[in-house]
């Protein structure tokens, strides 16, 4: 897991990010959940306040983890957002994009609902499959990914002819 660094990863190409509408929609329930909060700790008291303060604290740090692309098509590697976790102790973290790098050539596939991406060789036991977020990418921009993935796996292929 590495943050975006443009001297090792080359220039981003494209961003892969959520649906807007999908964006929007959750941007709204969390706004929703955190009005409703306060209006509580409005009207029943001072413990609340604190309850109130974690919750919109939370649907803030949310929003802004939604507005985050979900990959990265860089010159040299493709970066695939990671999921934050708890288990991970350094918070500084927290407020970074973290992604996982993955060569171009060892690309195999995307599932059916868009939640795994396929790593590995074609061959028995050789595809690992890499849990990703982009089940809630709007349906062009999912066309667009493969238009770069194939794009980029072409440019590997004829770069590493000349090399030999």
């Known amino acids: 897991m590495d943050t975006f660094k443009e001297e090792v990863y080359g220039k981003i190409q494209w961003e892969c990010c959520r649906a807007k509408i999908y964006i929007v929609a959750m941007s709204l329930f969390y706004v929703l959940i955190c009005a409703t909060i306060i209006t509580y700790a409005m009207e029943y008291g001072n413990i609340l306040y604190v309850v109130a303060a974690c919750v919109f604290c939370f649907s803030v740090w949310r929003i802004n983890r939604l ?21 991970n102790s350094d918070f500084d973290f927290s407020f970074k994009s973290l992604y996982m790098p993955i060569e171009y050539s060892e690309i195999t596939g995307v599932s059916n609902c868009w939640d795994h991406l396929y790593i590995g060789a074609r061959v028995a036991g050789g595809i690992v499959g890499l849990p990703v977020q982009m089940s ?29």
């Open 67 to 87: 507005h985050t692309p979900v990959a990265l098509v860089c010159e040299k590697k493709l970066l695939v957002s990671v999921p934050w976790s708890f288990l």
């Open 136 to 164: 809630c990418v709007s349906r062009k921009d999912k066309k667009k990914f493969k238009f770069w993935i194939s794009k980029k796996q072409e440019e590997n292929r004829h770069v590493s002819r000349l090399t030999f």
